[in-house]
């Protein structure tokens, strides 16, 4: 059995407000054809399917698009859960179209599809909560483990009624775990056993552009608790591309097929491809994605270096976080000529002699408070602040109009 595991497409999500839609169509054109060209029997998305809960029309377009060129008419079949950013009412909400065509759309845990008894292509042959049981149409069957996001909003349950951080880990960690121990008591010899879940895994290594873990929102999830049984677990949440040290089976997250913020700079997009047979070890294999521009941070001595480097067509295929050095703020013709020279620059941070001269020196401690306050959001902004923005900082540092503009 041929697998292909995705996850984390976050269809409709931007960059500093700039459309990645486009490359996310070309994303979702290569898969489709990647699934024909590998011959894959079973395409797994492991959540995070759309960036928010309302995702913008053009997105679900995508979404819907790519589904019916996966499915190939039932002759495939395709697993999607929902993940923390997917609702899961409106990921479950086409499952009685999809159904028919192989395809299974689950938002909760505990889950439950009914059974297909149709003679050809993709059959539903058993469900129960959590688990599914599905028939391909080369002779193999499935039995897989599903975990979309279990929070506890969505588990449907309280947790801990302990407020402790350790408490309410342990019992999150333990909950879970019992999720996938009961729906891997389906697994058999005969059949290929897999865990898809959308989890974060201790462990795992994060990137600035999972927003819910950076802020705390994500409760981390033992690697011991996925089911020895299974062979392979599908996992989605964590963007980088990477297998987690500990877990009793081979689980990988596939990561996210773009880059969604410059903590990504550099690293390497892909899918995965499994291969494996029913009581035998699954082999597994990372296919880099070509789709999507990469992001870049270009750091230029002068206005000069960088229009020179942007004069390379080959640099204005990526979205670019630029610092340049420069002996004054930029002007807003200059900001204005560096959008032009390079659509695709994001991000643009002024280095100032001043900032640099002073920012290693505890003289700076010595300035006006306003004057510390000018020099670095100049420094963050690429050019002068507008003395409103100084104002408003002041009052907020301050408590109170007017009070802190001269003191340190």
């Not at 969505?154 to 019992?178: H, I, M, N, P």
């Not at 997009?269 to 291969?275: D, G």
């Not at 990526?318 to 959008?339: G, S, Y």
């Amino acid at each position: 059995m041929r697998i292909l595991h995705t996850a984390d497409w976050h269809l409709g999500r931007t960059l500093e407000g700039r459309s990645r839609l486009p490359e996310q169509r070309d994303f979702l054109n290569e898969l489709c054809d990647l699934v024909d060209d590998e011959g894959v029997d079973l395409v797994l998305v492991a959540g995070d399917v759309f960036d928010s809960g309302n995702p913008p029309a053009e997105a679900e377009n995508l979404f819907y698009s790519a589904l019916e060129r996966l499915a190939a008419g039932g002759r495939r079949a395709v697993v999607v859960i929902a993940g923390n950013h997917d609702s899961p009412e409106r990921l479950r909400a086409a499952s009685p179209l999809a159904l028919p065509f192989g395809i299974c759309l689950l938002g909760y845990p505990a889950e439950e599809l009914p059974a297909d008894e149709r003679a050809n292509g993709v059959r539903r042959l058993d469900s129960g909560p959590g688990w599914v049981e599905l028939a391909l149409p080369g002779g193999e069957a499935a039995v897989l483990a599903t975990l979309p996001y279990p929070s506890e909003a969505r588990l449907g349950e309280l947790l801990s009624r302990s407020l402790g951080e350790a408490e309410l880990k342990a019992a999150y960690s333990q909950r879970v775990g019992q999720a996938l121990a009961a729906a891997a008591s389906h697994f058999r010899p005969d059949t290929v056993n897999l865990v898809v879940s959308h989890v974060y895994l201790r462990g795992g290594r994060t990137s600035d552009s999972e927003r819910d873990i950076q802020l705390g929102g994500a409760l981390a999830v033992e690697p011991a608790v996925l089911p020895a049984g299974a062979q392979y677990a599908a996992l989605g949440h964590l963007h980088r591309p990477q297998a987690v040290a500990g877990a009793p089976i081979p689980c990988r997250y596939a990561g996210s097929p773009l880059a969604y913020s410059f903590s990504e700079v550099d690293q390497e997009k892909v899918v995965v491809l499994v291969e494996v047979q029913a009581g035998q070890p699954a082999k597994w294999r990372p296919i880099p994605i070509r789709a999507g521009f990469p992001l870049k941070t270009w750091c230029a001595d002068s206005l000069e270096e960088f229009f020179a480097w942007a004069a390379d067509e080959r640099n204005l295929r990526a979205w670019v976080n630029l610092e340049v050095r420069v002996p004054e703020p930029l002007t807003p013709a200059q900001m204005a000529e560096i959008q032009r020279r390079h659509p695709r620059v994001v991000q643009i941070r002024a280095r100032l002699p001043e900032a640099e001269a002073i920012s290693d020196r505890p003289e700076r401690a010595s300035l006006p408070l306003r004057e510390q306050f000018r020099l670095f959001a100049a420094r963050e902004l690429g050019g002068e602040p507008d003395p409103e923005l100084i104002d408003l900082f002041l009052e907020l540092v301050s408590g109170a109009p007017g009070e802190g503009a001269g003191g340190t």
